[in-house]
Structure formats: structure tokens, C-alpha cells
């Protein structure tokens, strides 16, 4: 049996109200085109840096300093997010998405990051950074050509918002859905 102590974990970047609305609003565009399409909800949106997975009470203590420390150390920058795509193909989309303008205070964020929780014994991550806002995540091996060309021609443009803090975020998987708790609110360095 799992241990109580265990706690499925991830880092992420908390959104505005505004761009999760917006993203709401996208949302309900699409909502009918395909039944297997599971729409995240408008509370739940984030941009993940880093997927820990399940670890145990005492390395989510360390991970909440490791987090603590690097906030301290980046600047608050902006994030502009445009644009949607589909991992890992347009041609079998597992997951629609909101895409991140180039930003290299975002990767450099990533970095320092990736580099601390390496520092405190954890593997690197295998996969690119490649941020991204899932909207919706698709329970099908194939879709229509229908819904494929609906995915393909839909916009996305935001306001650039601020991005201010780092989020150690808890994820409980229940039957209604993923329940988001956050563990830790890391403040970005003040200028
Ligand atoms: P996704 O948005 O591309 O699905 C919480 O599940 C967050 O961690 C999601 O944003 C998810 O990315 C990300 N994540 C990365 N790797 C994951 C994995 N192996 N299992 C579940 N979530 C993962």
C-alpha cells in the first residue's frame, strides 16, 4: 500500500485570473467538437516546469527549499503565451495546447532549476523543455479529420502577463479529476 507520506508532485507557474478565463473561454468554443476531449479545468491551468511524480514527505520538504532558493535568485519576468498545437502530433493528439512565445527567462528559469533539484540528488529531466498550457487532453488514438482541422485552425493571442512566482504544486488523481493543492508559493527575487 503507498504510503500516506508520498505525494505526487509538480512545479509550475500559476496563471492569472485573466489567461485562465481566457483560456475558459477557448475552452467552451471547442467544448462540443469531440466527447473524448477532457477539458481541463479553468482552475486547474498552469505552465509545468518541472514533473517530479510521487516522492516522499521528506523530499518534498527538500524540493520546497530547492524551489525557495531558486525564485530567490531569478528576476520576475513576462510570458507571452500564442498560439495551440498538439502533442505529440496533429495526426494523433494526445494533448491540445496553448504554446509559449520564445522566452529565455523562462528557459533560464528552467535551468537554475533543473540544476538545483539535480544538486539535491534528483535525475535530470530526459525530455526538451518544451512549455506548454494543457487545455485538454484527448482519451482517443484517432480523431476525426473533422476535429484535427478544428485544432489546427484555432487561435490563441494573451496579453503578456508577469510571472512573479514558482509553485510547488500537490496532485491528487481523483475519479472527478486532477485536484491541484499548492505546497509551496515561491516569491521571485524583489528588484
Ligand atoms: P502536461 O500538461 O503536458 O500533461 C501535472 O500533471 C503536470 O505535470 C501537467 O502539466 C503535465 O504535463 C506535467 N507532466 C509532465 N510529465 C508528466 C508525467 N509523466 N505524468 C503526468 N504529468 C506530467
New binding site residues.
Given amino acids: 500500500m503507498p504510503s500516506p507520506e508520498v505525494s505526487r508532485v509538480?512545479i509550475?507557474i500559476e496563471l492569472p485570473s485573466s489567461i485562465r478565463a481566457q483560456g475558459d473561454e477557448l475552452q467552451r468554443t471547442l467544448g462540443t467538437l469531440d466527447r473524448h476531449i477532457r477539458w481541463?479545468k479553468p482552475s486547474n491551468l498552469?505552465l509545468?516546469l518541472r514533473?517530479l511524480?510521487e516522492i516522499s514527505g521528506a523530499r518534498v520538504e527538500s524540493v520546497c527549499s530547492s524551489v525557495q532558493r531558486v525564485a530567490s535568485r531569478v528576476e520576475p519576468f513576462l510570458v507571452h503565451l500564442s498560439g495551440t498545437g498538439c502533442?505529440p502530433s496533429l495526426r494523433r493528439p494526445r494533448?491540445f495546447?496553448i504554446g509559449v512565445g520564445e522566452n529565455q527567462n523562462l528557459t533560464h528559469l528552467f535551468k537554475v532549476l533543473e540544476d538545483e533539484l539535480f544538486s539535491s540528488g534528483f535525475a535530470h529531466e530526459t525530455?526538451p523543455f518544451s512549455p506548454?498550457?494543457?487545455l485538454g487532453?484527448i482519451r482517443v488514438d484517432r480523431v476525426s479529420a473533422r476535429v484535427r482541422e478544428a485544432l489546427a485552425s484555432t487561435k490563441f493571442e494573451a496579453a503578456p502577463f508577469a510571472v512573479t512566482h514558482v509553485t510547488l504544486?500537490q496532485?491528487e488523481l481523483r475519479n472527478s479529476g486532477?485536484v491541484?493543492t499548492p505546497l509551496a508559493q515561491a516569491p521571485l527575487k524583489l528588484t
Fill in positions: 509538480f509550475c481541463v498552469h509545468t514533473f511524480g502533442f494533448a495546447w525530455r506548454h498550457l494543457t487532453r504544486m496532485s486532477s491541484y
